[in-house]
DNA sequence: CCGAGCATGTAACACGTTACATGATTGC
DNA sequence: GCAATCATGTAACGTGTTACATGCTCGG
């Protein structure tokens, strides 16, 4: 949340746009979160609300202690949540299934793979060329590439995946 | 749990360190989550758990309910997580640390891919040899396989970023 | 006998989501 | 005027982790 008051001020709302949008690919916050931290955050004097006369709703802004604060947590490492990966674990197991419905689970992500590449594709090139003007673009580049890497080598898998299991499934029969 | 299981009996202790150590790229549990989870599946009639007589501990076995119930469970799929991955937080606002501390953030990804690379690459060793008389093995070296590829992406995606960011620095200089 | 590891369990806590309640604003 | 969207907030709920408490067992 800081980190999108450091682009521009905003209200609540429009963090939680923001965030959706783009960085949706790695990160996601709820308003549920997002309202009850904003109140903690003017408390602690890291953003200042403007309450806006006669329009609705207000604008927050980071303060000059905001901004030293966001720099100082994003030079320490953000703990890894614990792994959890729902479509291996499926797998993992699949001998329970049979090699048929485990191709209907991998073919799920080989089909989702390839829509965030397309997807991700699309967004890498207009983030380049901003990076040519914008040093700052320079480094959402790169998470958009991480995405790219991922999604293909999830594609990848998936098909070299599905490969074997047309071959399980040959045999069985 | 349930898949821990069904493919032997074993006591909740011994669950976990199924978990940790087998299914540890992709799922974890932890104790507090565990025994209760137990108690509830005995309740549920899913699990036996057979009292050892002397020794401490006791010895869960999957029912035959219980091994029908995951069959029943990993017919559909596993709601994914909210996305967060703090290292490409951090480096989308990188603007804010500049080129040098990315680096070392990156660094730590690229080592870490490493390491994992290493790993996976003997454990898929280890279970292709298993593959060719084990059907089930076969399913788990798929999981393998995902976590290879996602490491070799990990790593190509590091050291693509660190050129990126040694140019970035040399020009800011 | 003692330390390491096996084994079970609970309580407190933190985190995050969903759903709900409420109202303003804007474009058609 | 009405629907969609902007906007703020709270309460309930679920989930999962950490820390603690407790005791057994086995090898050296």
Not at 37 to 48: I, M, S, Y
Request: hydrophobic share 45%; aromatic share 6%; charged share 25%.
């Amino acid at each position: 949340m800081l980190g999108a008051l450091s682009v521009e001020p905003m209200s609540g709302y429009a963090i939680r746009q923001a965030i959706t949008e783009t960085l949706g690919h790695f990160w996601s916050e709820s308003f549920g979160q997002i309202y009850p931290t904003l109140a903690r955050l003017e408390a602690e004097g890291l953003v200042r609300r403007d309450a806006a006369g006669q329009t609705s709703g207000s604008t927050f802004r980071l303060t000059a202690a905001g901004r030293r604060r966001l720099v100082h947590l994003l030079r320490e490492p953000i703990p890894a949540a614990p792994p959890r990966n729902g479509t291996l674990l499926r797998l993992f197991f699949g001998g329970l299934l049979g090699p048929k419905e485990c191709t209907e689970v991998v073919h799920e992500v080989r089909d989702a793979a390839r829509r965030r590449l397309d997807q991700l594709t699309a967004i890498h090139a207009e983030v380049a060329a901003e990076a040519r003007d914008d040093v700052g673009a320079r480094y959402r580049l790169m998470t958009v590439s991480s995405g790219l890497h991922a999604a293909r080598a999830s594609l990848a898998w998936a098909e070299e995946t599905l490969d074997a299991l047309r071959e399980m499934d040959a045999v069985d029969r």
